[in-house]
């Protein structure tokens, strides 16, 4: 689609018209502009209506349509600088936006958060049990070392070791001494005389 | 043209990517939406698994926290039939683990039944092996057993399991629902390898620990002397208690025959009976001591009362009683030194049946003694009602009375803490863990009854000594503590006669040590033993002595008499079955009957082990001790007597009240510092002969 403009300031002489073309409904109001300008267009009411960017002075299309006059091709040059233009940022929406952002953001990370300590508790849940089963198993050899050594202290058991093996003799009476017992005096004092012997 | 081809291809690909999406969304939709509960209920019955646990049985420890039971998890093989593939290779190459038949192996494994045991409780090299085999349809089980490390000591006490683990017999039976604990089932999940990732804790209580009064010391001891006398009179039976009298703990309970827990199966129900609770016997003369203190505690008779014993016979309701010797006139305490029948009939008329009935049951005859333990019997005794005019004779002699060798040891036990009588137990304490619980009502220490007064018991303990001193007791006697008894020979009565044999006699010696303080009270038992002499004095008498001069040094228990001049005999025998072969499994009892030791300078190295050696007598007397020499109280007071003590160093005693009558030990006798000097006090005896 053409684009039309106020194409008298920047060229004067007007723009360059090609006649080996159909002509188009562009062209063609374009063609009549030029001819009114020059003079030559029957006088017709005229309206200004907006065509892309700029706006373009023609008659009406009904009573355009009337009338068949030569096509004159039209060739422009556009050239579009927009440097100047600034989009305006309004800082409203800027705010929801980074607040739109922020919370979808903490929404996300609780989901990681959540989906992560999920499955690192089955992990440590493999890994606990795991645990508990060297547990048990460690209270089991703890239990069968027990057994093992109320075996070995029989009394029967080392009895005969002392007796047949080492050739060890139960002491007589008089082989065995007492060690001293407290004076008798200090037992008198601090025990309670007992009388009648009642618990 | 291109441009319309190119939006044409867009708009199929947009529309099938979005019939894909629709497709995959809304299958997604249908099965969270629609179907959710069954796939939740599928995946529950996946991963969800129920473990049923089963407590392991709690330990059974003797008073110093020695195992005395425990368990231990075992292996079990089971066999799915159905996952067997070849029968016949599975069936050869498990019975040689398992040591069963093939043929049997086979018909297990043939069986229609989804689960079949192969064997229970396997030993850890049999469970590794056919683990090993790694057969198909062969899966292992874990389980407890239960092992006796001590093997058969104190088998009776403890009881005996059955292949489930119920308790069969002594405490493993008394207090079964609490050393099993509860069974529990327990969820865990589990992933797709079956291996579990989130198991529960078991809530339940385990087993408790039994904690016994039982020493194991004094227990083997006890077990080795009876085994020893046993073998030596060819006796069937025995059983010997020690007691603590202070308490009524019991401290070894020993049978025989006795068996080991470990193979219950192999033994006859004879051998498992608890014949020191549940065997009734006639206690013979040793009741005389309940007839003695019941005639002393109503002050009917006195120590230096003279009876005409009827030169060895009398009648009694038209019944002919004969002495075992005939004797003539004797005091009270000669009647029971020498256990005159005769003398004791006499004793118990004075008494009465009513009074004597009274304190038969005050000592805890005719009744449970309420011991923790199962199967007790309460003894024979006739209601007084049912008392024939004969029945006072017999009774006082310990005859038309049964009564458990527990119940007799209970009462001397009385008799030696001044007159309580205290309920046996033989259960100290019960644990869960480090916690300790409450005992329950029935095993709690009651408060003991009174039998008779402290006076009384004090009386009996002098005249108990006498029996050992210069009575029908003194192969009790020790060597380095004062020691009181009675020997029993009770006649059994003969079941084809339906009389009393003269043969076969119940020798018996109940007694304690020391006199001032007793420690230990100790009742040896013996069934019919062999050869003659067989009475209590020859047979039990001697096992007091040995088992009580062994177990005061144990419990820390000091002299209280310097030691008797020793014959020290260096005759040395050969142990009997002594080879080469012997080895610590082969533990029969004969090889502990072994006379008295030699000392150090007779015995010489390994080559006096085999060769007899005959030196000769020597006479050594050793003194051991005893700077200080009790003086006589006679007739002093309490002060005096007191301060006479603490200035000398000795421990004084005082019973009764007004003047001291009697002492013990006696006046003269050379002690040790701290010795306990016991004074009876009492209103001084008029001295007139009076017999009857």
């Known amino acids: ?199 | 043209m291109e441009q319309e081809k190119v939006h044409v291809r867009l708009l199929i690909l947009t529309g099938v990517a979005l019939f894909w999406m629709t497709a995959v969304f809304g299958r997604v939709a249908y099965l969270q939406l629609f179907r959710h509960s069954d796939y939740y209920a599928k995946a529950v019955r996946q991963q969800r698994r129920t473990i049923e646990i089963t407590p392991k049985r709690g330990a059974i420890y003797d008073r110093n926290m020695q195992a005395l039971a425990m368990s231990v998890p075992v292996q079990s093989a089971f066999a799915v039939p159905s996952e067997v593939k070849d029968v016949g290779m599975a069936s050869r190459l498990l019975s040689r683990e398992l040591g069963t038949p093939p043929e049997e192996v086979r018909a297990k494994l043939e069986s229609g039944a989804s689960f079949v045991w192969l064997k229970r409780k396997l030993p850890p090299a049999s469970s590794d092996a056919i683990q090993s085999l790694n057969l198909k349809g062969i899966y292992l089980l874990e389980e407890n057993q239960r092992f006796y490390p001590k093997r058969d000591m104190a088998s009776h006490v403890l009881g005996f399991v059955d292949v489930d683990e119920h308790g069969l017999g002594g405490i493993e039976h008394e207090y079964d629902n609490l050393i099993r604990g509860q069974g529990e089932k327990i969820v865990v999940m589990t992933d797709a390898r079956q291996k579990q990732f989130d198991g529960g804790e078991a809530q339940h209580d385990r087993g408790v620990n039994v904690v016994l009064t039982i020493d194991e010391k004094i227990q083997y001891v006890a077990e080795r002397e009876l085994a020893a006398v046993v073998a030596k009179f060819h006796a069937p039976a025995g059983s010997v208690i020690v007691q603590d009298p202070n308490s009524g703990a019991i401290l070894a309970l020993a049978n025989w025959p006795k068996y080991n827990p470990n193979a219950p199966q192999e033994v006859t129900t004879d051998k498992r009976t608890d014949r020191a609770i549940s065997e009734i016997y006639e206690p013979g003369s040793t009741f005389k001591l309940v007839t003695l203190a019941a005639a002393f505690d109503q002050n009917l008779i006195r120590s230096e009362e003279v009876f005409n014993c009827e030169n060895g016979a009398v009648t009694v309701a038209g019944h002919l009683i004969h002495d075992h010797k005939k004797y003539g006139m004797l005091t009270v305490a000669d009647i029971l030194a020498n256990s005159s029948d005769v003398g004791a009939i006499k004793i118990a008329l004075r008494l009465g049946s009513p009074k004597f009935y009274e304190y038969i049951r005050a000592f805890g005859f005719g009744s449970p003694t309420g011991v923790d333990l199962p199967a007790e019997s309460r003894g024979l005794l006739r209601r007084l009602d049912h008392w024939g005019s004969y029945s006072i004779a017999s009774v006082s002699m310990g005859q038309e009375v049964g009564v458990t060798p527990l119940q007799m040891v209970t009462a001397v036990s009385a008799v030696a803490n001044g007159g309580l009588l205290y309920r046996p137990h033989i259960v100290h304490e019960m644990r869960r863990g480090d916690q300790i619980l409450p005992l329950e009502a029935q095993s709690a220490v009651a408060e003991p009854k009174r039998a008779v007064r402290p006076e009384t018991a004090a009386i009996m303990r002098r005249l108990m000594e006498g029996v050992i001193l210069h009575g029908t007791g003194k192969n009790a006697r020790l060597d380095g503590w004062t020691a009181g008894g009675k020997t029993g020979t009770a006649q059994k009565i003969d079941p084809e006669t339906g009389r009393y044999s003269p043969t076969n006699v119940i020798a018996s010696f109940t007694g304690f040590a020391p006199i001032n303080n007793p420690a230990v009270t100790i009742l040896v038992s013996i069934d019919s033993p062999a050869g003659y002499p067989h009475d209590g004095a020859t047979v039990a008498a001697p096992v007091f002595k040995r088992i009580a001069e062994q177990i005061l040094p144990h419990l820390d228990v000091p002299r209280d008499v310097p030691l008797s001049p020793q014959l020290i005999q260096a005759s040395y025998r050969p142990k009997k079955n002594e080879t080469q072969d012997d080895s610590l499994d082969d533990l029969t009892p004969v090889d502990f009957s072994a006379p008295p030791d030699t000392t150090e300078e007779n015995a010489s190295a390994p080559a006096a082990k085999t060769t007899p050696v005959k030196m000769p007598e020597v006479m050594m007397a050793v003194n051991e001790g005893g700077d200080i020499q009790v003086p006589d109280f006679k007739g002093k007071t309490m002060r005096e007597v007191t301060a006479s003590c603490m200035r000398l160093g000795l421990d004084p005693i005082l019973v009764g009240t007004r003047l001291a009558i009697q002492q013990m030990p006696a006046a003269g006798t050379k002690v040790r510092r701290g010795t306990k000097v016991t004074v009876e006090f009492g209103d001084m005896p008029v001295r007139s002969g009076k017999s009857k």
């Open chain 1, 1 to 199: 689609m053409a684009t039309a403009y106020r194409w008298s300031e920047e060229f004067p002489q007007g723009p360059k018209v090609r006649t080996d073309v159909a002509e188009t409904a562009t062209r063609r109001t374009v063609r009549r502009f030029q001819q009114r300008m020059n003079g030559d267009a029957p006088s017709e009411p005229t309206v200004e209506f907006p065509v892309g960017r700029g706006r373009v002075i023609g008659r009406p299309v009904a009573s355009a349509r009337a009338k068949k006059p030569l096509m004159t091709e039209v060739y422009t040059i556009k050239k579009i600088d927009n440097s100047r233009l600034v989009r305006h940022v309004e800082p409203v929406k800027l705010r929801n936006l980074y607040r739109t952002v922020a919370l979808g953001g903490l929404i996300a990370l609780c989901l990681m958060a959540y989906a992560y300590q999920h499955f690192r508790c089955i992990d440590l849940s493999f890994q606990l049990e795991d645990i508990k089963a060297k547990q048990v198993q460690a209270q089991q050899a703890n239990g069968e070392l027990k057994l093992e050594i109320a075996t070995l202290r029989d009394p029967r058991r080392i009895d005969v070791i002392a007796q047949r093996e080492l050739g060890l003799k139960r002491p007589d009476a008089a082989q065995v001494r007492e060690y001293a017992n407290p004076d008798g005096s200090e037992m008198a004092a601090l025990q309670a005389v007992r009388i009648n012997r009642v618990p």
